[in-house]
């Protein structure tokens, strides 16, 4: 490329390199060329994606209405019949005890949180008795943890029904005592699983391979544990020749 004159000065003819000269700044700037790109240099990592929101369709549609929650929360669901327990320690209940107070408050009832098959109901009934088979005993071992957030442990219980059904409830001690359950829900239950404050609940989607996951978390104005997060997963397949999990633990049967 031609190099410009500058305005008041004559241009000086340039020689070109020869030989020696030539080798050696050839090798000067390879280095310099072979450098780029080398770690902690600046490497282009391609074009970035172009941010797109949420686009509203239909804008001109009127939605559902989605009415508003109860200012004053849901009222507390005492189980009736149960001693208060000292310094709210729902590890002082015995939780045989504690379903079988609520069948007693709530006799016959086939739906709903209290809904029971009667068979199921009268093995729950026998749990504990003179002869009966602690194994048979509907009530699953408890578990214990802080979903409330207010440093001491709920009490979270599984009642196992036919066809792999479940009852998941869970019961929290107000300062006096008193037992009251802030989550009752039945599902034909794949899993239950505890992950930080929420109970996890992972049940079939209808769909082949895929599951629904709900989480259940304690909402403060409402005062109990609602379903706030739910996605359906696709079940990763299992390997051939994997056994199947072990039977689960029950209350009457010396579990946790």
């Given at each position: 490329?031609?190099?410009?004159?500058?305005?008041?000065?004559?241009?000086?003819?340039?020689?070109?390199?020869?030989?020696?000269?030539?080798?050696?700044?050839?090798?000067?700037?390879?280095?310099?060329?072979?450098?780029?790109?080398?770690?902690?240099?600046?490497?282009?990592?391609?074009?970035?994606?172009?941010?797109?929101?949420?686009?509203?369709?239909?804008?001109?549609?009127?939605?559902?209405?989605?009415?508003?929650?109860?200012?004053?929360?849901?009222?507390?669901?005492?189980?009736?019949?149960?001693?208060?327990?000292?310094?709210?320690?729902?590890?002082?209940?015995?939780?045989?005890?504690?379903?079988?107070?609520?069948?007693?408050?709530?006799?016959?009832?086939?739906?709903?949180?209290?809904?029971?098959?009667?068979?199921?109901?009268?093995?729950?009934?026998?749990?504990?008795?003179?002869?009966?088979?602690?194994?048979?005993?509907?009530?699953?071992?408890?578990?214990?943890?802080?979903?409330?957030?207010?440093?001491?442990?709920?009490?979270?219980?599984?009642?196992?029904?036919?066809?792999?059904?479940?009852?998941?409830?869970?019961?929290?001690?107000?300062?006096?005592?008193?037992?009251?359950?802030?989550?009752?829900?039945?599902?034909?239950?794949?899993?239950?699983?505890?992950?930080?404050?929420?109970?996890?609940?992972?049940?079939?989607?209808?769909?082949?391979?895929?599951?629904?996951?709900?989480?259940?978390?304690?909402?403060?104005?409402?005062?109990?544990?609602?379903?706030?997060?739910?996605?359906?997963?696709?079940?990763?397949?299992?390997p051939s020749g994997s056994a199947g999990?072990?039977?689960?633990?029950?209350?009457?049967?010396?579990?946790?």
């Open positions: 490329m031609a190099v410009p004159e500058t305005p008041g000065r004559s241009r000086t003819p340039r020689t070109p390199l020869r030989g020696g000269r030539s080798l050696l700044l050839s090798a000067l700037l390879l280095p310099l060329a072979a450098g780029c790109g080398d770690t902690g240099g600046l490497v282009q990592a391609g074009p970035t994606p172009t941010a797109s929101g949420p686009v509203h369709l239909w804008p001109e549609r009127k939605g559902a209405d989605v009415p508003p929650a109860d200012p004053g929360g849901a009222p507390p669901e005492y189980v009736p019949g149960l001693a208060p327990v000292a310094d709210q320690d729902v590890h002082a209940v015995d939780p045989v005890a504690l379903v079988q107070a609520e069948l007693r408050a709530y006799p016959n009832k086939s739906v709903g949180p209290d809904g029971m098959y009667p068979q199921t109901a009268a093995a729950v009934l026998a749990c504990g008795t003179a002869g009966a088979d602690p194994a048979k005993c509907p009530v699953l071992a408890p578990y214990y943890r802080d979903l409330t957030g207010n440093g001491k442990d709920e009490l979270v219980i599984g009642i196992e029904f036919p066809d792999r059904m479940m009852s998941v409830r869970v019961y929290t001690a107000d300062p006096d005592g008193r037992l009251n359950r802030i989550m009752a829900t039945t599902e034909t239950v794949v899993a239950v699983e505890l992950a930080g404050r929420d109970v996890i609940l992972r049940v079939p989607s209808g769909n082949p391979g895929y599951e629904l996951i709900t989480a259940w978390s304690w909402d403060e104005r409402q005062r109990s544990m609602l379903p706030t997060r739910e996605q359906i997963v696709r079940v990763p397949a299992k999990p072990a039977g689960p633990s029950r209350a009457g049967a010396g579990g946790r």
